[in-house]
């Protein structure tokens, strides 16, 4: 099962930037980006599929997130402009064992990664 690590969270006022990165340790399907709030349940960000030809974002960020792959190297990224505060949690990247691009939490994110937290403050 492959590992998953995630990095470039950090603090960033409101209308700034982060990119996050997640690093594989092997070959991953399709890809995707996660966020978690305190009191809140996980939602869905952003997904790639496998080859990076289809992406697919949550209504609240789309515009605003970028998400990306570089297979060569096994990892994924997640570039994220315009930040506002609600936008603050702990972000997590997980591997799917399909192909396709993904759009959702479900029983096919066979890895997850230990987070990263983005704090925006306003």
């Known amino acids: 099962q492959v590992q998953l690590v995630e990095s470039g969270g950090g603090l960033v006022q409101a209308g700034g930037s982060l990119r996050l990165s997640c690093a594989a340790s092997?070959?991953?399907?399709?890809m995707g980006w996660f966020r978690q709030a305190p009191g809140k349940e996980r939602e869905f960000v952003a997904g790639?599929?496998?080859?990076?030809?289809?992406?697919y974002y949550a209504e609240s960020v789309k515009g605003r997130f970028t998400i990306s792959r570089d297979n060569a190297k096994n990892m994924v990224f997640l570039q994220m402009n315009t930040l506002k505060p609600e936008d603050t949690a702990v972000y997590y990247c997980?591997?799917?064992?399909?192909?396709?691009?993904?759009?959702?939490?479900?029983?096919?994110?066979?890895?997850w990664g230990q987070g990263t937290q983005v704090t925006v403050s306003s």
């Open positions: 997980a591997a799917s064992k399909l192909q396709l691009v993904v759009r959702t939490i479900t029983p096919d994110l066979v890895s």
């Open positions: 790639i599929s496998s080859r990076g030809g289809s992406t």
């Open positions: 092997g070959r991953t399907y399709g």
